[in-house]
């Protein structure tokens, strides 16, 4: 199983700027993939960006040229920067995690526990 601990999230106006980080701890062989999701209330959760450990990138047409994503696969992080933001960028942000464990080929999805971002106008 992997544990994955966020930070960052918060109170910020249009226009600003926010970074989340998120850490993935745990017995797990290896993480293919982590990114960012969101869900904003009355909302399916959506993903914002996600980066394999072979360098694939993936973003949400709504945050390309605003959001920036980085991993460090030595340390098992993930981090997003978020600038420009927009009220519509409102959610709770969860960090995901795409892992296997030792001796199982399936892959697993691990979860945050989420870190609200608000935006004001």
């Known amino acids: 199983q992997v544990q994955l601990v966020e930070s960052g999230g918060g109170l910020v106006q249009a226009g600003g700027s926010l970074r989340l980080s998120c850490a993935a701890s745990?017995?797990?062989?290896?993480?293919?993939?982590m990114g960012w999701y969101r869900q904003a209330p009355g909302k399916q959760r959506e993903l914002v960006a996600a980066l394999t450990s072979g360098g694939g990138l993936n973003y949400a047409d709504s945050v390309k040229g605003r959001f920036t994503i980085s991993r460090d696969n030595a340390k098992n992080t993930v981090s997003l920067e978020m600038n420009s933001l927009k009220p519509e960028d409102t959610a709770v942000y969860y960090c995901?995690?795409?892992?296997?464990?030792?001796?199982?080929?399936?892959?697993?999805?691990?979860w945050g526990q989420g870190t609200q971002v608000t935006v004001s106008s």
């Open positions: 745990g017995r797990f062989f290896s993480i293919n993939a």
């Open positions: 995901n995690a795409k892992y296997t464990i030792p001796l199982i080929t399936k892959q697993y999805d691990g």
